[in-house]
């Protein structure tokens, strides 16, 4: 799965995979996409460019940390637990439109990496690492998508866009579907209008 900590339907999916996992076979390699990115040059209402500018702090951090402090498994246990500690302030907290350093230093905190690695936020240091985990991602599913990417058995798709995030068995009936429809050929999409927020409860 390929997340921005900021995105809120990217959240939902990763609770749902969360709860899949626990009833299915699951191992799921968490990566970093870009909405700020993804967005790039495009013309979008003053308060969403104001979020994409800040939304680049999270996913530097993010991508710095699993690079500082691998682990074992490439750093994705690091993304993983990273991401938990953010997306539980920025989302199920309510806290995504306050100052995010002070997010990003409690989420560092929390899951034991050193502070000093929410000096990345600031700087394009680490931008072209961000960027070619995003283009990894759109590279499997085109352009006209945004977060999250899901990739099943080798065919990738944006969503599922759930909430809320279906719990136990639910969630891996889900996941059943989300395989079937990726092992039909030609399979390409399905879409209706969202008319709910997403509940985080």
């Not at 749902?16 to 990566?31: G, K, N």
């Not at 870009?34 to 800040?54: H, I, K, T, W």
């Not at 700087?123 to 690492?129: F, G, R, S, V």
């Amino acid at each position: 799965m390929w997340f921005d900590p900021v995105c809120p339907w990217a959240w939902m999916t990763s609770r749902w995979l969360m709860e899949a996992q626990q009833v299915r076979d699951l191992d799921i390699t968490w990566s970093v996409m870009s909405l700020s990115v993804l967005n790039q040059g495009r013309d979008l209402p003053e308060d969403y460019a104001a979020l994409m500018d800040r939304a680049w702090a999270t996913v530097r951090v993010v991508i710095a940390a699993a690079k500082e402090h691998p682990g074992e498994d490439g750093g994705n246990t690091t993304r993983k637990a990273l991401y938990d500690a953010l997306g539980r302030r920025i989302h199920t907290e309510g806290r995504g439109s306050e100052d995010l350093a002070t997010v990003i230093a409690e989420a560092l905190e929390e899951v034991g990496l050193p502070v000093d690695l929410a000096r990345h936020a600031d700087t394009e240091e680490q931008d072209a690492d961000v960027r070619a985990s995003h283009e990894r991602a759109i590279s499997l599913v085109g352009d006209d998508v945004g977060t999250p990417v899901v990739s099943v058995n080798g065919v990738s798709f944006f969503g599922p866009v759930v909430t809320p995030a279906p719990k136990g068995e639910a969630a891996g009936r889900l996941w059943d579907g989300c395989v079937l429809v990726a092992g039909t050929p030609g399979f390409y999409e399905l879409k209706r209008t969202r008319d709910a927020s997403p509940d985080f409860s």
